[in-house]
């Protein structure tokens, strides 16, 4: 069901030539909302982790890595390989899919 709905977001907004981050967006509702805040991403309500509000201007995540976007994608799609028992699950993202939040989260000063 919940790749329903990401597929038809992701035709929605192909279909009206709007916004460039709407397949990040889709993702970050179905698979990190639950735990994080996210602005622009409505139903990112999560409290569980972080507010994700200004982490493009953050030095350093998840209290280890020099911020980038590199280190986000790989942070978001294998957080356990990058630091083994932390507190945020596996995703299953693509590496695709893991670069297109990560180009999404820079945005957030």
């Given at each position: ?20 981050h ?9 698979r ?50 990058m ?24 945005t957030?000063?």
């Amino acid at each position: 069901m919940r790749w329903l709905i990401v597929i038809s977001l992701l035709a929605l907004g192909a279909c009206a030539g709007g916004d460039p981050h709407a397949q990040a967006k889709a993702l970050i509702a179905g698979r990190c909302g639950a735990c994080h805040q996210v602005p622009g991403v409505a139903s990112a309500t999560g409290r569980v982790g972080p507010s994700l509000s200004g982490i493009a201007s953050q030095q350093i995540i998840a209290g280890h890595f020099r911020n980038g976007r590199d280190t986000l994608a790989r942070w978001v799609t294998h957080p356990q390989a990058m630091l083994p028992g932390n507190a945020m699950p596996e995703t299953g993202l693509s590496a695709a899919e893991g670069r297109a939040i990560a180009d999404y989260l820079a945005t957030l000063d």
